[in-house]
């Protein structure tokens, strides 16, 4: 686990990905809000865990690239997904100074399940509230800030650019992921070590 992240570097990522995938990126959280609010946000969270699952694989250029089917994947992690959502907004209901320190651990969880599904969600809940403070991670919180602004700013033409804005957000969210949790590499069997 690294403890740093670049949020210059963040971006840049974020904004070459989304450049090559936005098509994918767009529709899926389109199905993700759709069906998230068609079933009264009980979906949402789940939803939300298919999506970063999908932006995980672009950034770690997974050889078997997602599709837009893939969002539906998010209806296994109905649960999780629930659970998640439930403790980010717990913060929001204390005062919105606390949704800086539920939204991080909430977002954080999401993608860590994401990317670890065999974790418990009170693990994964645990290890999120350890990353920001026992760690200290307190750039996690900036981070969110900072995420916050980029998704808002799709206000500004008549709600239309929150298409863009949103996925591109959580696109950053997950670039800032994988630089705390770099993709292990995935050795070969001995078998095949050994001919090589």
Not at 94 to 123: H, K, Q, Y
Not at 152 to 179: E, N
Request: aromatic share 10%.
């Amino acid at each position: 686990m690294n403890t740093k992240i670049d949020i210059g570097k963040v971006f840049s990522d974020a904004f070459d990905i989304f450049k090559q995938n936005a098509v994918l990126l767009i529709v899926t959280m389109l199905i993700a809000q759709l069906v998230g609010s068609a079933t009264f946000s009980i979906c949402t969270g789940g939803l939300t865990i298919a999506f970063f699952a999908i932006c995980l694989r672009l950034i770690d250029g997974d050889a078997n690239k997602p599709e837009i089917g893939d969002i539906f994947k998010g209806f296994a992690f109905t649960l999780p997904g629930l659970v998640f959502s439930i403790v980010g907004g717990l913060g929001s209901m204390v005062c919105c100074i606390g949704a800086l320190i539920t939204m991080p651990v909430c977002c954080w969880a999401m993608m860590r399940f994401a990317d670890n599904p065999s974790l418990t969600m009170g693990d994964t809940l645990k290890e999120m509230f350890n990353l920001i403070f026992k760690e200290k991670m307190w750039i996690l919180v900036l981070l969110q800030i900072i995420v916050g602004i980029v998704s808002s700013l799709g206000f500004i033409i008549c709600y239309v650019g929150l298409i863009v804005t949103v996925p591109f957000a959580c696109l950053m969210l997950a670039c800032a992921y994988r630089q705390v949790y770099p993709k292990a590499e995935v050795l070969p069997p001995p078998a095949e070590a050994a001919q090589a």
